[in-house]
């Protein structure tokens, strides 16, 4: 197959071969390509780190709006993540009771065993909680009775039951326990998040050096209101050895805040993340028994207040604003979108660069003056998933 594009990271009219899903050749200027054309950017495939669920759909059994146990019920997820431009996901499983937990993942890790397609989407499984803060901001929308100290017996029941697809695990390091659980995460090859946390700066660094690698969505999941310092956002901004994903949709984090965030850390330490949830991009209006809604603008909000309720919005949005928000250049965003997360799940080796030899994940776009990217194409290991085809 040939594709071709603009590279975005010089910006540059290539076409690239595709052979056996991997990047077999890349040539200057276009060669009758299948896909694409001297009018798109291509990068490598967008990699979201945190998918909860979209339209309607959640890799987690019983939350938010269904209880659908079908494997079925899952594969539109990642026809969404394709349509935003995203090819490949860490589907996440979140905070719940250790059965409900457990079926989520071996009805997840059921449905990649039975299909190739989707299996190549998966670079690996993110496990959100359950060993979060318990008190109210830092918890955010996760369920209060079942947030609980760090068990290494149960993330290895969890791990089994996600066919050893666990990747990332967010908790929060002040939970009794939660270092030496981050030590032996980091043992084991999975990446230790912390995220949902009211640490002091003091456990934060404690967690840093027992082996925490990233912060889950920095700036979210925290008090309303911090003292002016020392606090814990600052000390992960603070720490070159952490890595920060952020969400850029517009709502979670107001412009100014994206931008500092992001000029802190860099281009090399920062991942943009959806957390996107199964009521996002459903039409506005009251779900779940008038619990949650959806606002005409997509935003997801506890009903009857300003508060959110998980995010609404994918990759083509949150690109599209980091590139507004944050002052990076097109090759800064785009690695921030495929490149990091790539690093952070140990595979830059094989995917986030246009490198001969890499696999071929990619994701063709055009740049509007506002609103989402204009996605053209999709690909996951060298197969067209958007546009089908």
């Not at 079908?70 to 026809?79: R, T």
């Not at 909680?129 to 068990?151: C, I, K, S, T």
């Not at 690695?335 to 790539?342: G, K």
């Not at 140990?346 to 490198?355: C, N």
């Amino acid at each position: 197959m040939q594709v071709a594009g603009k590279r975005c990271d010089s910006g540059e009219v290539v076409t690239l071969s595709l052979v056996g899903g991997r990047i077999a050749a890349i040539e200057r200027g276009l060669r009758e390509p299948e896909i694409g054309g001297g009018d798109v950017w291509v990068s490598p495939g967008f990699i979201d780190l945190q998918v909860n669920g979209y339209r309607g759909h959640d890799f987690n059994i019983g939350a938010w709006v269904s209880a659908d146990e079908s494997g079925e019920g899952i594969a539109p997820i990642f026809e969404s993540l394709a349509r935003g431009g995203t090819p490949l996901l860490c589907p996440t499983i979140t905070t719940n009771s250790r059965d409900a937990m457990v079926a989520a993942l071996q009805r997840l890790a059921e449905t990649l065993d039975a299909n190739p397609r989707l299996e190549r989407a998966v670079p690996g499984i993110h496990v959100e909680g359950p060993y979060l803060a318990a008190e109210d901001g830092p918890r955010g929308a996760h369920p209060r009775e079942h947030v609980r100290d760090p068990n290494w017996e149960e993330l290895q029941r969890f791990q089994e039951a996600a066919g050893g697809r666990i990747k990332i695990v967010t908790l929060a390091p002040e939970r009794e326990g939660a270092l030496r659980c981050i030590e032996r995460l980091a043992e084991a090859g999975i990446a230790a998040a912390i995220g949902h946390t009211g640490a002091s700066p003091e456990t934060i660094r404690d967690a840093v050096r027992a082996g925490a690698r990233m912060s889950t969505h920095l700036g979210n999941g925290s008090h309303a209101l911090l003292p002016r310092h020392p606090n814990y956002v600052w000390e992960q901004l603070a720490c070159d050895g952490l890595y920060a994903s952020i969400i850029t949709d517009g709502h979670h984090l107001p412009a100014a805040a994206a931008k500092c965030i992001a000029r802190v850390k860099g281009p090399e330490r920062l991942a943009l993340v959806s957390d996107a949830v199964s009521l996002g991009g459903l039409p506005a209006g009251a779900y779940l028994g008038g619990r949650y809604e959806v606002l005409p603008t997509g935003k997801v909000v506890t009903a009857g207040t300003p508060y959110l309720a998980g995010a609404g919005f994918l990759l083509d949005t949150c690109v599209a604003n980091a590139l507004r928000f944050t002052g990076f250049s097109l090759a800064e965003v785009t690695s921030c979108a495929s490149t990091i997360p790539a690093r952070i799940l140990g595979l830059e080796d094989r995917k986030g660069h246009l490198r001969v030899g890499y696999d071929a994940d990619l994701t063709l776009f055009r740049i509007p003056a506002e609103g989402p990217l204009d996605i053209a194409a999709a690909i996951c290991g060298g197969e067209v998933i958007y546009p089908a085809r």
